[in-house]
């Protein structure tokens, strides 16, 4: 496997947590625990299944989520945190607090999720 160039170590913390929506997801799993497909996809907004289903499988290729199936009809599948996804749960917080402190009249908070 060819490695992935990097020109320091914040573009790793960049390359596993960038996006969109996967600082939501790991946070939303970190506080929430064991979720399935559906309950992620309602909690975040304007969010397509497509961009779900392929945030989720990079958040697992990295091993900070991790997918259960279970053999039943319709299967029933579930994410949770992984060790090593608990691990960023001091970042997310500090870009809670940022975004709390930061927030102005250009933005409308919908659900709350920092404590």
Do not use: A
Request: some cysteine; overall charge neutral; charged content about 30%.
């Amino acid at each position: 496997m060819e490695k992935i160039k990097v020109c320091c170590e914040i573009e790793i913390t960049l390359k596993v947590i960038g996006g969109k929506y996967k600082p939501l997801i790991l946070y939303y799993l970190i506080e929430n625990h064991t979720k399935r497909f559906g309950e992620i996809l309602s909690f975040i907004n304007n969010i397509s299944q497509k961009t779900l289903t392929n945030q989720l499988r990079e958040l697992e290729d990295d091993g900070l989520v991790k997918r259960t199936v279970y053999p039943e009809v319709p299967p029933k599948v579930e994410y949770s945190i992984t060790e090593k996804g608990e691990t960023l749960l001091p970042i997310l917080e500090l870009m809670c607090q940022w975004g709390e402190k930061n927030i102005n009249d250009k933005f409308e908070l919908t659900t709350p999720q920092c404590k």
